[in-house]
C-alpha cells in the first residue's frame, strides 16, 4: 500500500475543494485541537483552499504551548543541577519560562540533551550511572505509552537513576472544558494519533451532551480536505455526530495495550494548563508504583514564582477565543527566534505556524 | 500534537524490538503495545509502534473518495 | 544584545546569523566590497582576484560520503566557483583539539589532497594550532579561496531578475539526512550520503555554454528556502519554488517524516542553487546533466517581480510562503 496516494494531487483534491465550497452555505469556525494538524493545514496550503468564510482555529493541541510557565521553570531549575542530565525532546528547548529557557542554560553548560524517544532517555540513564537523568515528560496520549513503555523497563531492568518531571495532560476532559466556553465553534477537527489510542468513543460525549460535532481526521492533504468536508456537512445539514475519518489507524475503542500500559504507570489528577486553568482529572501523574520515578519525590525543585509574559494571549488563543494577529505582540516582539509566549516556540504552536505559513493574500492570516 | 510516520515492519528482533522501514531509513523501535508480523505498517512516534495501519481500509478511503459524485463539468 | 549569549541557533545559517553577521560585519568592517554580501568578493576591478573565506566545524567529522577535509576543500572551492571564477589557490588553517588521532588527522589530509586534486587547486599557506582537551570538537578548519574570474560576466545575488529560472543540480537534503543519522539520541540508519563534491568544474562547462547566469550560491546550512530568500532579498524579488519539480531522495523524505523536518530547509553540501535567464534554462539543464554532479538536475523554480520572499507553490496546487530558518533544526516529535 502506498499511503502518498493520500496526497497525490488531482481529482481527489479537487472534488473535496468543490464540494466543501458548496456545501458551506454559511461561516462556519472549525477548531482543530491538534497542533499538528495546524501545521499540515499549513504546511498544504489547505487554508488556501477552502472558502474565506471557513475559519480553523488552532486549540490545546500542542503541550508546548499548554504548559504552564511552572513547569518550564522546573525543568530550568533541574538544568541548572550539577548531577542532572535534562534529557527532552526537541520542542523544549526554546520555550521560555519566566526567566530562561533550556536552551540557554545549555549555551551556560548545562547539561541537556535532546532525544527522539524516552526509551533512548533511560539508554543515557544506563550510561551515566553517577547521573540523575530526567526526562521532561510532556505530551498527550499519543506520546504518553512511549513515556509508560520506558518507566516500566527502568523498573525492570533496576535503572534508578531515570526520573521525569511529569506534567502529562489528557485530551477529551480539556474538550469538554472547550465545549463548555463561549468561543464560537461550531466543530471540531479531532487529533488522529490521540484517536489512535483512546478510540473514537472517547469524544461521543461532545455530540451527546455538547452539540459539537467532531470528526476524527489524518494528516494527509485528502484526510484533511475530507474531515472538513464532513464537519461543513454537518454543520449546513444539522446532524451531530462524531465522526471518524481516519479508519485506518483509528478504532472506536482505539488501543486497548496502550490503554493499558498508561494505566499500569499513571494515574488521574488535576491539571493545570496555560490559559484555560486547573481543570480536574486532565492530567497523569505516577502512581504508586512509580511514583519513585518521579524527580519530584526525590528533590525538592525550588523555583520562585512564575511570571506571565505581559499582554500574551497565547491563553485565550488555545482556546479559541483570540487569533495569533489578534496579539499585539505577534510578529513585532513575538517572532520565532525570540518567542515572548509558547505558542510561537514550538514549529506547531498556533503563533509560529501562523508566522511562518501565512498565506498569500489569505484573509485573516 | 503528535507527529507519526507510517512504517513497515521488516524485522522482529524480539517481543518488544522490530526493525521498521521508512521509506528506506531503517529505524529500531518499540513494538509491545501492538501485535503485528513482518510486512505490517505501523505508525512510529517517539520511537514506538502506537498502533497499526489498516491497508484494507485506507484502500476503502481512497475508493470513497474516487467514487464521490461530482459533476465533472463543475470541477 | 547586550547579556545575550551566542547560542547554536547563532551558527545555523538562518535569521539568527543573518542578524548577527549583518549586526557586526556592518557594524565593524563595513566596506564597499564586503557590503554585497556574497559567499565571495571581488578584488582590485583590474585583474578581478576572487576571495572567499569559510571555516568547517563538524560533528562527526568522518561521516558517510565525506569528512570534515573534503568539506574544507569543497565548500570554499565551491564559494569561489560561485563568482563564475578559476578556483587557483587555497589556504587551510587547522585548529586541533588534543588527543586526536595522528591517524585521523592523516586520514583527514589524504581527503584534502584528494578534492584540492580533483578542484585542481593548490593549498599555498597553511597554518596548524593545538588547543587543549576540550576546546575544540576533535578538528576544526579554515580554508580561504583564491580565483582569477576572466569572463566578463555579472554574477552575485545581486543581479537576479524577474523571469529567471532557478536550477539546483540534483537532490536535496542528503547531506543533512547522513550527519542526522550519526547524531546521538536518534538512533536510526539512512541510505543517504553526504552530497559534498567540488562543483568548479561544472561550473566551468556551464559558464562556457550559458552566458546569462545571474547567480549561483550554494544552500548548505539553512538549505534551498533560507539561500532562495537572501537572494530574493539582495536581488529585491520575489521567488516561487515548485513542490513537485523538487528532487528528493526517498530516504531523505524518511527521515524528516521521522523527525518532523522540511527538506528545504536541510543543509546541501554538493548543491547550488543557479538562477538563469528563462532562454538559457534549457540548455543549462543539459550541460549539467552532462556532469556526474549534475545528473538530477532540475528547475525547481522562478522569479518574479511580486516582493513577497519566497513563495512554495505546493503539490496540491496551494501556496504558502517560505521563511528563513529560524533556530536549530532540532527533531521534534510533538
Known amino acids: ?365 | 500534537m503528535c507527529l507519526a510516520a507510517p512504517a513497515r515492519i521488516t524485522k522482529i528482533i524480539d517481543k518488544d524490538n522490530a526493525f521498521v522501514d521508512i521509506r528506506g531509513v531503517t529505524q529500531k523501535t518499540n513494538i509491545s503495545l501492538v501485535d503485528i508480523n513482518v510486512g505490517d505498517w505501523v505508525l512510529i512516534h517517539a520511537g514506538i509502534a502506537i498502533n497499526t495501519i489498516d491497508e484494507e481500509l485506507a484502500a476503502d478511503a481512497l475508493k470513497i473518495i474516487d467514487e464521490l459524485d461530482v459533476d465533472a463539468n463543475e470541477l | 544584545m547586550k547579556n545575550e549569549l551566542i547560542l547554536l541557533a547563532h551558527g545555523s545559517g538562518g535569521k539568527q546569523m543573518r542578524k548577527l553577521i549583518e549586526g557586526f560585519a556592518g557594524k565593524y568592517f563595513s566596506n564597499p566590497i564586503l557590503d554585497k554580501m556574497n559567499d565571495f568578493a571581488q578584488i582590485d576591478g583590474g585583474s578581478k582576484t576572487i576571495v572567499s573565506t569559510d571555516s568547517f566545524v563538524i560533528k562527526p567529522y568522518k561521516f558517510p560520503g565525506g569528512d570534515i577535509g573534503k568539506l574544507a576543500v569543497c565548500g570554499t572551492v565551491n564559494d569561489v566557483a560561485c563568482s563564475g571564477a578559476d578556483v587557483k589557490y587555497l589556504t587551510l588553517a587547522l585548529i586541533i583539539e588534543e588527543g586526536l588521532p595522528i591517524a585521523d588527522l592523516e586520514d583527514i589530509c589524504k581527503s584534502i589532497k584528494k578534492a584540492s586534486e580533483e578542484a585542481g587547486v593548490l593549498v599555498i599557506a597553511g597554518d596548524t594550532k593545538v588547543v587543549e582537551h576540550g576546546a575544540a570538537d576533535g578538528i576544526y578548519i579554515n580554508t580561504t579561496g583564491i580565483g582569477i574570474k576572466s569572463i566578463d560576466a555579472d554574477i552575485g545575488g545581486e543581479f537576479v531578475q524577474p523571469g529567471d529560472k532557478i536550477i539546483i543540480n540534483g537532490n536535496i537534503g542528503d547531506h543533512a539526512a547522513a550527519i542526522l543519522a550519526c547524531r546521538e539520541g536518534l538512533s536510526f540508519t539512512t541510505p543517504s550520503v553526504s552530497d559534498c563534491a567540488p562543483l568548479n568544474g561544472m561550473v566551468k562547462e556551464l559558464l562556457a555554454q550559458c552566458s546569462n547566469v545571474r547567480c549561483m550560491r550554494d544552500p548548505t546550512r539553512g538549505g534551498v528556502a533560507t539561500v532562495a530568500g537572501e537572494i530574493a532579498r539582495q536581488s529585491k524579488v520575489g521567488i516561487n519554488i515548485f513542490e513537485q519539480a523538487l528532487p528528493i531522495e526517498q530516504s531523505v523524505l524518511g527521515a524528516c517524516e521521522l523527525f518532523g523536518m522540511d527538506p528545504l530547509y536541510m543543509a546541501n553540501e554538493g548543491k547550488l542553487l543557479i538562477f538563469i535567464a528563462a532562454e538559457e534554462a534549457d540548455k543549462a539543464i543539459e550541460v549539467l546533466r552532462g556532469n556526474k554532479y549534475g545528473k538530477n538536475a532540475a528547475i525547481i523554480g522562478e522569479v518574479t517581480d511580486k516582493k513577497q520572499g519566497v513563495v512554495l507553490q505546493t503539490a496540491i496546487g496551494s501556496s504558502r510562503i517560505l521563511d528563513e530558518l529560524t533556530g536549530e533544526i532540532l527533531p521534534r516529535i510533538c
Open chain 1, 1 to 365: 500500500m502506498n499511503f502518498d496516494q493520500f496526497r497525490t494531487p488531482g481529482e481527489g483534491i479537487e472534488k473535496l475543494k468543490h464540494l466543501i465550497a458548496k456545501t458551506a452555505d454559511r461561516d462556519i469556525t472549525i477548531m482543530e485541537v491538534c497542533g499538528t494538524h495546524t501545521m499540515a493545514l499549513f504546511r498544504h496550503g489547505i487554508r488556501d483552499m477552502i472558502p474565506t468564510g471557513i475559519k480553523l482555529l488552532s486549540g490545546p493541541g500542542c503541550p508546548v504551548c499548554v504548559t504552564e510557565n511552572s513547569v518550564i521553570d522546573k525543568m530550568i531549575w533541574l538544568a541548572g543541577q550539577s548531577d542532572v542530565i535534562v534529557a527532552t525532546f526537541g520542542d523544549m528547548l526554546r520555550v521560555p519560562g519566566s526567566y530562561s529557557s533550556l536552551n540557554l542554560q545549555k549555551a551556560n553548560g548545562a547539561n541537556v540533551q535532546v532525544v527522539y524517544s524516552p526509551l533512548l532517555a533511560l539508554e543515557l540513564a544506563k550510561k551515566h550511572p553517577d547521573k540523575k537523568v530526567v526526562f521532561i515528560a510532556v505530551g498527550f496520549e499519543t506520546t504518553i505509552p512511549a513515556i509508560a513503555v520506558a518507566l516500566k523497563s527502568a523498573k525492570q531492568r533496576g535503572i534508578n537513576n531515570f526520573f521525569v518531571l511529569c506534567a502529562h495532560k489528557t485530551v477529551p476532559i480539556a474538550l469538554e472544558a472547550i465545549a463548555g466556553m463561549d468561543n464560537n465553534v461550531d466543530g471540531l477537527l479531532l487529533p488522529g494519533h490521540v484517536s489512535s489510542i483512546i478510540g473514537a468513543n472517547a469524544y461521543r460525549f461532545l455530540a451527546e451532551q455538547y452539540s459539537l460535532p467532531g470528526v476524527i481526521a489524518g494528516f494527509e492533504p485528502l484526510d484533511l480536505l475530507k474531515a472538513i468536508y464532513m464537519i461543513v456537512d454537518m454543520i449546513t445539514s444539522s446532524k451531530i455526530a462524531i465522526v471518524n475519518a481516519y479508519e485506518r489507524v483509528v478504532s472506536d475503542t482505539g488501543n486497548i495495550k496502550a490503554q493499558q500500559v498508561i494505566a499500569q504507570v499513571f494515574e488521574p489528577c488535576d491539571a493545570s494548563w496555560r490559559g484555560m486553568g486547573t481543570i480536574a482529572g486532565s492530567g497523569l501523574k505516577l502512581n504508586e508504583d512509580y511514583v519513585a520515578f518521579d524527580i519530584e519525590s526525590i528533590m525538592r525543585i525550588d523555583i520562585a514564582p512564575p511570571i506571565e509574559p505581559a499582554g500574551c494571549l497565547c491563553g485565550q488563543i488555545l482556546c479559541g477565543t483570540k487569533t495569533p494577529p489578534d496579539c499585539a505582540h505577534f510578529a513585532s516582539k513575538c517572532v520565532p527566534e525570540n518567542p515572548v509566549g509558547p505558542c510561537m516556540v514550538s514549529t506547531e504552536g498556533t503563533c509560529a505556524a501562523y508566522y511562518k505559513y501565512r498565506n498569500i493574500g489569505g484573509s485573516d492570516s
